[in-house]
C-alpha cells in the first residue's frame, strides 16, 4: 500500500469473520450516518460525516463491537471451535454453555471498554470483573453493571498503572485478560478487538456517498485509530489523509510523533482531562505500527474544544459525550480561526471529504447536560 505498515488484518476480507458475529448479537443494527452540510461549508470541503455511535448495542459507544469479537475468539479458542463455523447459539447451550458459566474475563477501563466487556459477558453467561482508574465517576461504573455481567470496582491507581495491576490480577487468579491495549507478548485479544471496531467504518463506507479523503481520529491507547485506519488504507481507492486528535493533557501519539525516532512514547502531561475515555498515556503497539507509518501527525486539545463539540453536535441532533466530539470541535475550530496554513496543510479543499467518528453518547449524563445545556 505503500505506508510502511501492516494493515491486512483490516481488510474487508479478513474481517468477514467480525461482521457475521455482529449480525448475530442481540440488538445489532448498522449506526446511523449523518452529514454536516453547514460545518462543510465553513470549512471548505465536499462533506463532512459523523458516524453517530450512541445507540450501537444500547451501550452509548462502539466499544461493544471489540469486546463481543475478543470474547468470542478467545471462547472458541477455550473450547477448540472453529470461529468460522462456530454461531452464538452453539455458545449458549450446553454443552459450551456449562464451560463457560465457570470462565472469568478481567480488564481495565475508562468506561466503555468495561461496558462492552460486561454486555459480552452477559451475551455468553461468563462472568467479568472490570477495574477501573482513580477519578472515574460511579454512574459510568454504574453502567457497566447494568450492561451485562461483571463486577466493577473503582481503584486508586492511574489507567496504565491500573491495566498493569489487572494483568496481573488475571494471571494470578486464573482469568482471561481481554484489554484493549497491546504490548509486547500481548498481542492477539488487542488485535481481535481493534478488528471488531472495523465494522463501524465498513457500515460507513456503505452509507456515504463518496470515500473519505480525511480521517479525524479520537485516540486514547489509539486502538480504535488504528483499526479503522486499517481498514481505510485496505478498502479505500485513494489512502485518506489520517490524524490523531487527542486530550493536550495525555497526547502519547502527537508526543511519539514528535520525538521522530519511529517508536511510541509515554505521555508526559497531566492525564487530567474531561475526556474520559482519551486518557491514556502508552500507545497500543499495534495501534502505532499503523498510525506512526500512515497518519499525517495529530492534534492535541483541550477540554474546550470538545466542550464546544458536544454543543455544535447537539445542535444536529446528535448527543456526544465528552470523548465523542472532540474531532468536530476541532474541525469547528479550524472553520472559525480560518487557518489557511493549517487547513492546507492538511490538505482540505473543496474536494475532501471528512469522516469522523461520534464514539459515544452521553455516557455521563450529568456532565453531558451541564455542558449543552441538554
Known sequence: MGHGCDTAPFSYARTEDVRRLHRMAPGYAPTALRELP???????VRAVYVKDESTRFGLKAFKGLGGIYAMFRMLCEALALDPKETTLDDL????????????HFATTTDGNHGKGVSWAAGVFGCQAYVFMPKGSVEVRAQAIRDAGNAEVTITDMGYDDCVAWTGETAARRGWKLIQDTSWPGYEDVPLWIMQGYTTLFYEALGQMEAQPTHL?????????????????????RVSPVIATVEADTVACFQESFRAGDGRPHRATGSCETIMAGLNCAVPCTIAWDILGGC??????????????????????????????AVTAGLLDALAEQKNAPLLAEAGLDGDSVVLLISTEGDTDPEN???ITGG
Open 38 to 44: 453547514e460545518l462543510a461549508q465553513r470549512l471548505g
Open 92 to 103: 449458549r447451550r450446553p454443552p459450551c454453555s456449562d464451560a463457560i458459566r465457570g470462565m
Open 216 to 236: 479525524f481520529l479520537q485516540a486514547g491507547v489509539g486502538a480504535m485509530a488504528g483499526a479503522i485506519a486499517g481498514a481505510a488504507l485496505e478498502s479505500c
Open 295 to 324: 497518519a499525517v501527525g495529530g492534534f492535541a486539545c483541550s477540554d474546550e474544544v470538545t466542550k464546544r463539540g458536544m454543543r455544535l453536535l447537539r445542535r444536529e441532533g446528535i448527543v456526544s459525550g465528552e470523548s465523542g
Open 368 to 370: 453531558y447536560r451541564s
